[in-house]
């Protein structure tokens, strides 16, 4: 009788073999269908959060290959097409474990989720690379959105409760469903813990909120005009933008003009005008021919911005017939509108830049403009500035020093500065601008730690803004962070007990 009873256990514990390494392939390939979701929805976060600098990301590919395309397109297409093949396999695949099917994952499928794997590190490698700073913009964010991307965690992982409990149910393995169910419930409890390290200026009362930041324009209003032109710095005037940012050049004859790139290429048709000249540097053109060139009818054609496409035809004429202007030109222009001017002096390691600040500084004091509205930026000959104009408000690309005078005007990116430190400036007197800001969950954080002014692209954006996309009190944020989690706790017990 022993012997023979033990040879149909034996049986069984062979052929349950398979069944058991069959369940711990499928879970491994799971797991891995699951990791690679997620790290393409991180990357997803990423694409749109680093839309806000994309403009300088497709000016560095034009200096680069002399090739104009919005790569952000490239970017979100490709980002997408990833995130829906990842999110359609594991739907796929949670239905499959909820009616009590093997996933069998087909070797196609295999090798695409290792090539979107490595696609989306390659992305993360490049960024950390090229772009370092956009993880200071990704942290930033998470002042604008942790406490949404808690309530979708929590959610999402709630809603794995189902298939969870169908695969515990239905597993012959124990140490697999002890491993699942540890990793599971250590993922739900540092979820249901989070808030405790999310921290965002936006959590405050409403009268606790600071004046919003004034704007400052960006090369005036590049969405809606070509940069650094007369009609760039009206359409800044009508989205009451303060100051019109800037950036200036001397001509080889000494006539300061505006253009921020050491090359005419990309804002002139200076390849057609002067094509053997076209690769020199800006300041190596007279007067003249800078007169001759084109300065708008690239922005028709390259549209570096959508809002391109909207523009109005009489619009569309005007940016048409732009010309490179002087600064002459747009000191008058912004005299008679009341507008600030606040500009860089280029290219500062020029041999004449000393000839460059005297020329620029006499065009300043024989414009007739009050001096109080010229705000000057570059550092080199700071000094000489400061005793020919007096009135000039300086400002200073760096952060203020131990016991520095109160009253500094400091501009900075807005990668460099945190809350706190928005805050402290701001207690102590020290105004403070950071660019380039153009999304409005930016524009809010910002707004919510108090800055005094933001330079940015989109004016017309950010001028509609009434108040910060959200504010909410800390006994608010407080309740909907616990009923978030124990309503998550219900579902997830009640998820178990029903599979049961």
Same mark, same amino acid.
């Given at each position: ?346 290219? =500062?390691?020029?041999?004449?830049? $000393?000839?460059? !600040?005297? *020329?620029? +500084?006499? &065009?300043?004091? %024989? ?53 706190? =430190?928005?805050?402290?400036?701001? $207690?102590?007197? !020290?105004? *403070?601008? +950071?660019? &380039?800001?153009? %999304? ?61």
């Amino acid at each position: 009788m022993g012997p023979g009873r033990a040879q149909p256990r034996a049986h069984l514990a062979r052929l349950r073999e398979p069944d058991i390494r069959g369940e711990q392939y499928d879970c491994s390939w799971f797991f891995f269908l699951f990791c690679v979701f997620l790290f393409t929805l991180v990357w997803l976060y990423f694409a749109i959060i680093i839309l806000n600098d994309f403009h300088n990301f497709n000016e560095f590919i034009f200096r680069q290959r002399k090739l104009w395309l919005d790569w952000s397109l490239v970017l979100l297409i490709a980002t997408a097409v990833l995130i829906s093949y990842s999110s359609v396999l594991l739907v796929l695949a949670l239905f499959l474990q909820l009616c009590g099917q093997p996933l069998k994952l087909h070797w196609v499928h295999k090798v695409l989720l290792i090539l979107t794997a490595l696609v989306v590190a390659a992305a993360f490698t490049g960024l950390g690379i090229k772009w370092a700073e956009e993880w200071k913009s990704a942290r930033i964010s998470l002042q604008a959105t942790g406490p949404f991307l808690h309530i979708g965690a929590v959610g999402g992982m709630t809603l794995l409760a189902w298939p969870l409990a169908s695969f515990i149910y239905h597993t012959r393995s124990t140490g697999l469903k002890v491993f699942v169910l540890l990793v599971f419930w250590a993922a739900m409890i540092a979820l249901y813990l989070a808030p405790l390290g999310i921290t965002s200026p936006c959590i405050m009362e409403q009268n606790q909120l600071p004046p919003k930041p004034a704007l400052i324009g960006h090369r005036g209003a590049p969405m809606l005009a070509p940069e650094n032109t007369l009609m760039s710095l009206h359409k800044a005037v009508e989205c009451d933008v303060q100051v019109f940012e800037t950036d200036v050049m001397v001509s080889t004859d000494g006539v300061p003009f505006l253009m921020h790139d050491e090359e005419l290429t990309r804002t002139t048709n200076v390849q057609a005008v002067f094509p053997e000249r076209a690769a020199l540097n800006s300041t190596a053109f007279n007067w003249t021919d800078l007169q001759q060139l084109d300065a708008g009818s690239w922005f028709l054609e390259r549209r570096p911005f959508p809002t391109v496409q909207s523009l109005s035809p009489s619009d569309r004429k005007e940016a048409a017939e732009q010309r490179i202007p002087s600064l002459k030109q747009v000191l008058e222009a912004a005299k008679q509108s009341n507008i600030s001017i606040m500009f860089d002096l280029r290219p =500062e390691n020029h041999s004449d830049y $000393q000839n460059f !600040v005297n *020329v620029t +500084l006499e &065009v300043i004091l %024989q414009s007739g403009i009050p001096l109080q509205q010229i705000l000057w930026l570059p550092d080199g000959f700071r000094e000489d500035v400061k005793q020919q104009a007096p009135g000039v408000q300086h400002i200073y690309g760096r952060k203020r020093l131990e016991n520095e005078e109160p009253g500094l005007h400091v501009n900075l990116p807005y990668q460099d500065m945190s809350s706190e =430190e928005i805050r402290q400036y701001r $207690q102590d007197n !020290v105004s *403070v601008n +950071l660019y &380039v800001v153009n %999304q409005p969950w930016l524009f809010s954080v910002l707004w919510c730690s108090g800055v005094s002014s933001v330079t940015t692209n989109a004016c017309q954006v950010l001028k509609e803004m009434k108040r910060p996309i959200w504010l909410l009190p800390s006994s608010t944020y407080f309740m909907i962070w616990i009923v978030v989690d124990c309503v998550s706790f219900l579902i997830i017990i009640w998820a178990f007990v029903l599979m049961k």
